[in-house]
């Protein structure tokens, strides 16, 4: 049976990704699929009309169209409250969509409309791996030296220090609060550059893993406060990848504690997408990327790797597209059978919200 899977534009400030590439879609023809384009939703990524019409996509110019004709909305980044709207009963809505950040209306919306949101943050397999949040993951890891490297210039506000240093000024001091994907590969990419890297978390086992691949060119500590307090305090950055599955990130730096930062230094919270992990943090865009409190220089951008969109948008598609050929192919009830991750990604449905974690913030009262 011939499904119609929607791929709009997206429409949030310096979004320069997309749902899927043209070979994602030749793949979702093939397999007997109509799928729908939104008019230049991948052009920032490289990828023309022509390319995609070229391999079956249909082109539509209405966002609104783009919306309603598919039975699977596939999405990159989170919708605003009007695409929502647009939204209707028996569709399912893909895309990092991050709940449990944000606000309260934009869930009873979901709710009220009968939509299936399925967020990709949160599919998780029975061991714990988040397959699609850690393939784009490890790209946001790997592109931070870019990201601190730049804000530690005196031009942009920062300190005025070189992450490698010079023979006779020692390098840059880079903690991280978070041993997770992002943590590690960016501890990884930054001493490579040879940063002096410190990585702290609660879970042992993550910190092994980190101490293990960095192989003596880092240090790993256990995320007590005393720790937290230590290091921040000599540290030229601080990378904040702190994430717990659908839930809000727990606050970790008070303003108390970010006033104990060196002038100037660098916090930069990769985790603001769900909520923030300091007390000061909120949302930047790559157009106005940072802000300075507490004589801390901020970098808040929710979207870090849109700027590499089209290395994003090719990796992107490789994680999901099993997932969205098998949606296609089985129903929702038969891709979860198939893919219990998938199932385990499914935040709300029927009606209610049905994600743990995603009831947990809730029900924490107030605002998500």
Request: hydrophobic fraction near 40%; charged fraction near 20%.
């Amino acid at each position: 049976m011939s499904v119609d899977i929607s791929i709009p534009r997206e429409t949030r400030p310096d979004e320069y990704r997309v749902a899927l590439t043209p070979a994602g879609v030749e793949a979702l023809v093939s397999a007997g699929h109509r799928v729908f384009v939104e008019h230049h939703a991948g052009i920032h990524a490289g990828f023309d009309d022509d390319a995609y019409a070229a391999v079956g996509g249909r082109i539509v110019y209405s966002h609104e169209e783009a919306f309603r004709r598919g039975r699977i909305v596939a999405k990159f980044t989170r919708p605003t409250l009007d695409e929502l709207q647009l939204m209707g009963q028996k569709q399912i809505l893909l895309g990092f969509l991050h709940l449990a950040a944000g606000r309260r209306d934009k869930i009873r919306v979901l709710e009220k409309a009968g939509v299936c949101a399925i967020a990709w943050e949160t599919v998780q397999k029975s061991d714990g791996d988040l397959p699609v949040l850690h393939g784009i993951s490890t790209i946001a890891g790997r592109f931070l030296p870019q990201i601190v490297a730049r804000f530690l210039q005196s031009n942009e506000g920062g300190r005025g220090v070189m992450l490698a240093g010079c023979p006779t000024v020692p390098p840059a001091e880079i903690v991280i609060l978070g041993a997770g994907t992002i943590g590690t590969e960016a501890a990884l990419a930054l001493a490579r550059n040879q940063a002096s890297v410190y990585v702290l978390d609660i879970n042992p086992r993550a910190l092994e893993r980190a101490n293990r691949l960095l192989d003596g060119r880092g240090v790993t500590m256990f995320a007590t406060e005393a720790n937290i307090r230590k290091v921040v305090r000599f540290a030229d950055a601080v990378i904040g990848a702190v994430y717990v599955p659908g839930q809000r990130t727990p606050v970790i730096l008070t303003r108390e504690l970010l006033r104990t930062m060196r002038r100037r230094s660098l916090f930069v919270d990769v985790s603001i997408d769900q909520g923030g992990c300091a007390e000061t943090s909120r949302p930047t865009s790559h157009s106005n990327p940072t802000y300075m409190a507490e004589g801390v220089l901020h970098y808040c951008v929710p979207n870090i790797t849109s700027v590499v969109a089209r290395t994003v948008t090719h990796a992107m598609t490789y994680l999901t597209l099993p997932y969205l050929l098998t949606l296609a192919n089985e129903g929702l009830d038969g891709a979860s059978r198939i893919h219990p991750e998938l199932g385990r990604g499914i935040n709300i449905s029927g009606g209610k919200v049905v994600h743990p974690g995603l009831q947990a913030a809730l029900a924490n009262g107030g605002e998500v």
